[in-house]
């Protein structure tokens, strides 16, 4: 059962225009996507009644009320001062969470004056006005925000509650797929010293586990789109992205041209008999003229002489007379035309100068753009560049998918194929680095000479914490690069890594179970080279809301997790259907991925939703296109 919530934004500016608001509809996408019902929104100036109106007014409607904005040093600022007479309980805690997660990402968290706390039985909290010191600050305790709820309205005892948690606690240690260490890092310690021994590796992940949405955002900020080129538009290929408006160099068509087979003629000549001059087909005008009185034999396609300003059709004539060479002399029009029928004038189809593709247009592979392009007179138009990425498997243990035996311990490299298969669908031009060892030298050596002629490299494998897992030193201490992210709380791909490398150059380091791999090549990599390629992308997309169908999943307490299915549009019940393809979502099952289409977003397991069924309503990321039945 999902909680209820409410998100007062507080802002003069906003009061006055909602549209300039971002942190009230971010706020709401988090909440929503973490199983709280968002039933109340408004927006208030920066003034303490309108602030305590509105909270007071929802406590007994909703669970949760965040509160956005006016948690600032200003005079104007007053949140905090409208909030704090209200409480029957303060959670100090809470507010420190906040701000302590915070300043790990920015040293400006300090100067918020974040703070929450209990009215009546609605737990209540303050953040930042910004969209993203907003969504950073509630993040850090989204977490546990359900349980604070549970607890806010357990009565005198909640004995039971925190006994339930623990064994929840207990049985996610166990089972080994999430754990609650998970979330600690060790900042600042080196992971993994080369040419250091196996005993001196860190014991604890160095990189701290950051949000889905997060780590999207560090990619998209550290990946540029690329220079535009002008592109032959016999070259031109699917998914390219148009740089620079294009216009019609040239009226179509640039004649007056005929729509049937049939004769040109002059209109107000009317039904009769008429004299054949001659004929114009596609390519050829054997008469540049028609008068009163005679026809030209046209076929579709053809220009129209001079003089003529209709078409009879060919199945509204009669022959009258031909010659020894069986070329008409006279025919007889049987039905009468006005002036115009069955012309195409000039630019009928396309006007000269009439936009053809806006700047950010997509080319598909349906071919009509590109053939309205050439029959305009464009001989080349400016597109964003083709992102070239290379792509590694690290490992001792893989085989090539072309081997004909595996020797004992082996398995077969289906990483790089498959991210090979995805980054070409994208667009992109590719290189095949093969399988690397887990060699520290061979790594960095084929990754540095990669990166010479690549815009950046796939990787899968050597990013977990086993003695032979090297990429992340590899990329740090010889390639002189910066990992922005080690970790990424969700399930599965907990390990993905995303570096960038000197000279705007980048590293997606991928798990490499199979179905991590591929998943988050989906969630980051993707996204990424779709920005490089000229697309407007700021979160992923598209994410729709669909009813789930299939075996009951079981939700993962610590991580939100994507699990594999297939979506299509339901003709009968007018709804979209997210299928899951296989019960068994493990992070080494490759065949997990086979046929589907779309990754089910499953929020954090919590108290009141431990379980998905068939016939829940769940929020699903489109990868591939949809099927419909």
């Keep these: 059962m999902s909680l209820t919530a409410g998100i007062l934004t507080v802002s003069d500016k906003c009061s006055k225009d909602p549209l300039q608001d971002t942190s009230g509809p971010a706020l709401r996408r988090l909440l929503e996507s973490n199983n709280f019902t968002v039933t109340q929104t408004l927006i208030v100036a920066d003034e303490k009644p309108q602030i305590a109106k509105a909270v007071t007014g929802w406590v007994d409607k909703c669970q949760l009320i965040v509160v956005s904005g006016g948690t600032g040093l200003s005079s104007g600022d007053v949140t905090v001062e409208a909030l704090d007479p209200l409480f029957t309980k303060k959670l100090p805690s809470l507010a420190i969470a906040m701000v302590m997660g915070s300043l790990k990402i920015t040293p400006m968290a300090a100067l918020s004056q974040v703070t929450a706390g209990i009215i009546n039985h609605s737990v209540v909290v303050a953040v930042p006005g910004s969209k993203k010191g907003s969504t950073e600050n509630l993040q850090q305790i989204l977490g546990v925000l359900p349980h604070a709820v549970a607890t806010a309205n357990a009565g005198r005892s909640t004995r039971h509650l925190h006994n339930q948690q623990q064994q929840q606690q207990q049985q996610v240690g166990l089972c080994g797929c999430s754990r609650v260490d998970d979330l600690e890092a060790t900042p600042g310690v080196v992971e993994k010293q080369l040419g250091g021994p196996v005993a001196g590796r860190a014991r604890k992940s160095p990189y701290q586990m950051v949000p889905v949405d997060k780590a999207l955002t560090f990619v998209l900020d550290n990946v540029q789109r690329l220079p535009a080129v002008n592109v032959q538009v016999n070259e031109i290929r699917p998914n390219m992205v148009v740089a620079a408006s294009v216009v019609a160099q040239e009226p179509v068509p640039a004649y007056p041209a005929s729509v049937m087979d049939g004769y040109a003629m002059v209109a107000s000549d009317g039904p009769g008999d008429y004299r054949v001059l001659g004929a114009s087909t596609a390519g050829s005008c054997e008469v540049s003229t028609v008068s009163s009185g005679c026809v030209v034999r046209v076929a579709t396609g053809a220009p129209i002489p001079s003089g003529a300003d209709a ?80 792509v590694m ?14 020797a004992e311990g082996q398995v077969r490299d289906s990483n790089r194929p498959a991210l090979l298969c995805a ?49 992340r030193p590899v990329i740090e201490q010889r390639l002189q690069g910066k990992v922005v992210f080690g970790r990424v709380m969700m399930k599965p791909a907990k390990p993905t ?59 993962d307490t610590v991580r939100p997790e994507y699990a594999r299915a297939r979506i299509c549009w339901n003709m009968g019940l007018q709804t979209w259907q997210a299928t899951v393809l296989d019960s068994r979502q493990q992070s080494s099952r490759m065949a997990s991925m086979a046929d589907a289409n779309a990754l089910i977003c499953l929020p954090i397991g919590s108290d009141h939703q431990r379980v998905v069924r068939d016939g829940d309503r769940v929020s699903v990321l489109v990868i591939a296109p949809p099927a419909f039945t």
């Design 311 to 390: 078409v009879v059709m060919v199945e509204d004539t009669q022959l009258l007379e031909a010659d020894s060479d069986g070329e008409e002399v006279r025919v007889r029009v049987l039905a009468p035309v006005s002036p115009g029928l069955h012309i195409r004038p000039v630019g009928y189809d396309v006007r000269q100068g009439v936009e053809l593709l806006a700047a950010g247009a997509v080319i598909s592979g349906v071919g009509g753009e590109v053939g309205t392009l050439a029959v305009s007179g464009n001989r080349e138009v400016m597109v964003y560049g083709t992102p070239r990425i290379a």
């Design 393 to 406: 498997s690290s490992g001792d243990e893989l085989a090539d998918a072309s081997e004909k035996s595996l």
């Design 423 to 471: 980054l070409r669908a994208l667009g992109c031009d590719t290189v095949d680095l093969g399988i690397v060892s887990d060699d520290p030298d061979k790594l960095a050596d084929t990754m540095a000479n990669a990166l010479k002629t690549c815009h950046g490299i796939v990787t899968s494998g050597g990013v977990s914490m086993g003695e032979r897992d090297w990429l």
């Design 497 to 555: 890594t995303f570096a960038t490398i000197p000279n705007n150059r980048f590293v997606f380091a991928l798990p490499g179970n199979p179905a991590s791999a591929v998943v988050a090549f989906h969630m980051f990599v993707a996204p990424a080279i779709r920005k490089m390629a000229g697309y407007q992308v700021d979160k992923l997309q598209p994410i729709i809301s669909a009813v789930l169908r299939g075996p009951e999943l079981v939700l």
